[in-house]
């Protein structure tokens, strides 16, 4: 069978390969295993392949890939509630293979009728919009929160999931062409092009949310734009990083730390798988599942690229504009219909 592999670190379409390697073993009592259908490139994807991600990098050889979805080839002895057929979201990293044998615990069984392709990006991006949303402040119907990024995958999901609760969001993007999407999306508010110039974007901050404070801002970027959305919420507010889109560290002022008592957190979503217990893991992942199933949480896909065709579909996901996101496809998944 074929795996993406690296075997050392650089730009992510020069330093993958596609290998082939040995079929994974029988599934053993309390395993399945998985023949993966569509496979989602994230930017962590792409910095991991270039070393920048995390806090050390991991060994080599690495198949990397965070996020797919697959179809249950076989079962071990004992395990209950999955069968041959049926399609999971595999809960593991390794993802960029053909076929993988698991634990059948990690193994999140999905709704029949859900879209392959938007069912290859329910672990990573609206499970950290989720928690993003509803975990780190008590947020209520009417409060606002400022996100940038917006017109990403979490972006997207996070405008979603905070119109479904009545809470507002300032969303800020780069172009002016990501705007309408964002709006439709059901973002209260879009400011685009004010980012390199704080008084501009003071100005259309408070052109958008009026008197109302901004507890909550959510960075993707990093760099200056940390300490640009710390300058706009209000005293006491939050700034939650859980990315660094720039490839710059977080710069803030010190003085909306000590005088303004503005709190700077980090978020990364193993730290709340870890944290949050098995059942509010299942409640949520059910939820966003069925949102995907029902067509109301889904994303937009740029580009399906065959994962044969690993090279032009990480080429194609480091390209800067995109308007969605870039999913390889198994030959399974073909068959299957994707």
Not at 90 to 96: E, T, V, Y
Not at 177 to 203: C, H, M, N, W, Y
Not at 258 to 269: D, N, Q
Not at 303 to 329: I, P, T, Y
Request: proline share 5%; net charge neutral; with cysteine.
């Amino acid at each position: 069978m074929k795996a993406a592999i690296i075997e050392g670190f650089g730009d992510p379409a020069a330093t993958i390969q596609l290998k082939d390697v040995p079929e994974p073993a029988s599934p053993g009592p309390g395993e399945v295993t998985v023949e993966m259908l569509v496979l989602n490139i994230n930017p962590s994807d792409l910095l991991q392949i270039q070393g920048l991600y995390g806090v050390s990098r991991p060994p080599l050889p690495l198949t990397p890939g965070g996020e797919a979805v697959g179809r249950i080839a076989a079962v071990g002895e004992g395990v209950t509630g999955l069968a041959v057929g049926d399609i999971v979201s595999p809960m593991i990293l390794s993802c960029w293979v053909e076929r993988v044998t698991m634990k059948a615990s990690l193994a999140m069984k999905l709704p029949a009728g859900i879209d392959l392709k938007q069912a290859a990006m329910l672990k990573g991006n609206p499970a950290t919009a989720e928690a993003l949303l509803a975990d780190q402040l008590d947020l209520q119907p009417g409060d606002w929160l400022m996100q940038n990024a917006a017109n990403s995958a979490v972006g997207t999901f996070l405008v979603r999931l905070a119109q479904q609760r009545g809470i507002n969001t300032l969303n800020i993007v780069r172009r002016e062409s990501a705007v309408e999407a964002v709006k439709a999306a059901g973002g209260t508010a879009v400011i685009a092009d004010a980012l390199d110039d704080p008084r501009a974007f003071r100005k259309r901050v408070r052109e958008a949310v009026g008197d109302a404070k901004v507890r909550l801002a959510i960075d993707a970027i990093g760099g200056g734009a940390t300490g640009l959305m710390a300058n706009q919420v209000a005293d006491g507010g939050t700034v939650v990083n859980y990315g660094l889109l720039s490839g710059e560290q977080c710069r803030i002022d010190a003085q909306h730390l000590i005088f303004r008592k503005v709190t700077l957190k980090g978020f990364w979503l193993i730290h709340w798988f870890q944290e949050i217990g098995r059942a509010r893991l299942a409640e949520t992942y059910g939820r966003i599942a069925a949102g995907m199933a029902d067509g109301t949480l889904t994303t937009p896909v740029a580009d399906v690229v065959a994962f044969a065709e690993v090279k032009e579909a990480l080429r194609l996901a480091g390209e800067g504009g995109r308007s969605g996101k870039v999913l390889m496809v198994t030959e399974a998944g073909r068959q299957a219909g994707v």
